[in-house]
């Protein structure tokens, strides 16, 4: 056992904010992984009793506490059900950043923690290169050829991987995404935007999407060039260190400008947006400043829009559509109306009502790469859901909800697509069906 003395990271967590749970288990109906699991160490008050084990020195940081506190999809649901206010993610993303730093994972697994979290994700520069280099994939045909010679299933772990990759996007779309974007006719606010790093590659279309609509709604958009990854990957499994250098970089780079708010169109990365304050509450006392500012500017595009009282479309969309609620924009922002209002506002739209909408498809960040078997029940849960609507699009606002849905109604065969809710309002601005 670890002498609780040396461990190290427990400044990450502070005594009152584990103090807010009282232990009374209203949220544990609303826990995916206690629904699914049936035991009370998968639930968000047996994970806190664990951790309070782990700071009160009672229980050892190993395989065990990590194999709980990992099985936990960081959803949030606990949040929005707890009538004690317990900021739950902040204890999960503590306990696995104290976990990370006390414990030596295998080489493999250390390997591409390095890979992924310090060498790819934070550098715009590697992830164009390994983006380009899967859109020549796709394109060239050797993606055929590889799924036809059966290669995927001796690549392991890889194979899989890419058996979830969606059509990429030519990557010379991104040049279109510039640092000033004028307002259409006279501005009324100026704005940061991130693009995020994955969104970026994978959906840039939608970023486009974004830009435009903020545009038609009098706003002057600036992409500060030095911004970067927000680090949400990095704080949802750990990787601390990085989290943190990321989120000074993004701070730095929207010091000097005035802005009214900054949007983000991904979800998971706007809750991580929202809490760099938190991330900051060891540092500097400028950057806790900086961070302060930063986070009560940074808004949801729906929240955003919502706020402005946006121009409704007048050009119809008839089509039925659903709405998925990314957990991280539902629970983690507490921003649920104001996509639903977003779609309500397009003439002709058809929104059907989806079961559940409020529980997770299983993406939960990288969740459905460390922890495949549960992920997919999740998924499968959702996928029944969606075909009960017999809707034509199912919307949602975040990178991983719109894959993994996506990886879901290819593998039962729907009719169905998936699409952000801000691509539905351009299209309908526009004039264009989202699905000619
Ligand atoms: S974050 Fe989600 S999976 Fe984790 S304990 Fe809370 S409700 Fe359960
Ligand atoms: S997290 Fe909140 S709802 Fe869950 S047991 Fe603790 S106080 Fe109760």
Redesign the pocket.
Same mark, same amino acid.
């Given at each position: 056992m670890q002498d609780q003395q040396q461990l190290k990271g427990l400044e990450l967590l502070q005594q009152q904010t584990l103090d807010a749970c009282t232990h009374c288990g209203l949220?544990l109906p609303? *826990? !995916?992984? %206690?629904r699914e699991l049936g035991l009370e160490t998968d639930? !968000?008050r047996g /994970?806190i009793y664990l951790i309070q084990a782990v700071i009160d020195g009672e229980t050892p940081v190993n395989e065990d506490f990590a194999k709980y506190i990992y099985r936990?999809?960081? *959803? /949030?649901?606990?949040e929005t059900a707890c009538p004690s206010g317990i900021h %739950?993610g902040e204890i999960?993303e503590a306990a696995r950043a104290i976990y990370e730093m006390n414990v030596e994972r295998p080489k493999e697994v250390e390997f591409w923690r390095n890979l992924v979290f310090n060498q790819l994700l934070p550098y715009k520069d590697r992830l164009d290169i390994l983006f380009g280099l899967m859109w020549f994939y796709q394109q060239s045909g050797l993606q055929t050829l590889t799924r036809k010679l059966g290669l995927l299933k001796l690549m392991g772990k890889m194979g899989e991987m890419e058996g979830m990759l969606p059509k990429l996007p030519n990557p010379t779309r991104k040049a279109e995404i510039r640092n000033f974007m004028p307002a259409e006719g006279k501005a009324k606010y100026r704005l940061g935007f991130i693009p995020g790093c994955v969104m970026n590659q994978i959906f840039v279309d939608t970023n486009l999407s974004t830009i435009r609509v903020l545009n038609k709604n009098g706003c002057d958009v600036m992409v500060p060039s030095q911004q970067n990854c927000c680090g949400a990957l990095h704080v949802h499994n750990g990787a601390y260190d990085t989290a943190l250098k990321l989120a000074k970089q993004n701070l730095d780079a929207f010091d000097d400008e005035v802005l009214d708010a900054i949007v983000i169109n991904a979800a998971g990365c706007g809750a991580t947006l929202k809490e760099y304050e938190v991330l900051m509450k060891n540092e500097s006392e400028a950057y806790q400043q900086k961070a302060e500012q930063f986070c009560r500017k940074v808004k949801d595009i729906s929240e955003f829009l919502a706020e402005i009282d946006f121009q409704s479309p007048t050009n119809p969309i008839k089509r039925k559509v659903t709405y998925d609620a990314p957990c991280h924009l539902v629970h983690g922002q507490q921003v649920q109306s104001q996509p639903l209002e977003l779609l309500q506002s397009i003439p002709g739209l058809d929104l059907i009502p989806l079961r559940e909408s409020d529980w997770?498809c299983g993406s939960a960040g990288i969740y459905n790469i460390l922890q495949p078997e549960i992920a997919d029940k999740f998924l499968q849960q959702k996928i029944e859901c969606l075909t009960e609507t017999k809707a034509e699009i199912v919307a949602t606002g975040n990178p991983g909800c719109l894959l993994q849905i996506e990886a879901g109604i290819k593998a039962n065969r729907l009719s169905m697509q998936v699409m952000h809710p801000i691509d539905l309002l351009d299209c309908a601005y526009r004039g264009i069906d989202p699905l000619a």
């Open positions: 949220c609303t *826990c !995916p992984t %206690y639930s !968000p /994970r936990c999809l960081d *959803c /949030r649901a606990c %739950y999960i997770c």
